[in-house]
């Protein structure tokens, strides 16, 4: 099972964009789907977007439809571009490994394939 590790968060205000990183090590990293999830604090997890194998299809949740981009920049980094960020983003970003397929639900992931997470503070 792949190790991931997330950066790229921070305190962006209301309209403003950030990028996240999430870096895949160990294994094949062109094998496995990248999700990305979020949970803020008192809310269930939430996945967020998601990309397949060799940037093979891409899922979003309706709520960043429109804002968020996810692509594979490379063999091994899946990045997450936020646009027109809102403070309901705000949240404990993570991303995580799977083979082939992605999906948006968390339980598809394994709990060995989840990164530390990365803060993101939507507020001005």
């Known amino acids: 099972q792949p190790h991931v590790v997330e950066s790229g968060g921070g305190l962006v205000q209301p309209g403003g964009s950030q990028r996240l990183s999430c870096v895949i090590s160990?294994?094949?990293?062109?094998?496995?789907?990248i999700g990305w999830f979020r949970q803020a604090p008192g809310k269930a997890r939430e996945g967020v977007s998601c990309?397949?194998?060799?940037?093979?299809?891409t899922k979003y949740a309706d709520s960043v439809k429109g804002r968020f981009i996810i692509s594979r920049d490379n063999h091994n980094t899946v990045s997450l571009q936020m646009d027109n960020v809102k403070p309901e983003d705000t949240g404990v970003y993570y991303c995580?490994?799977?083979?082939?397929?992605?999906?948006?639900?968390?339980?598809?992931?394994?709990?060995?394939?989840w990164g530390q997470g990365t803060q993101v503070t939507v507020s001005s």
């Open positions: 995580a490994a799977r083979p082939f397929r992605c999906t948006l639900n968390g339980n598809d992931y394994p709990s060995n394939s």
């Open positions: 160990d294994g094949t990293p062109d094998w496995y789907a």
């Open positions: 990309i397949g194998k060799d940037g093979a299809g």
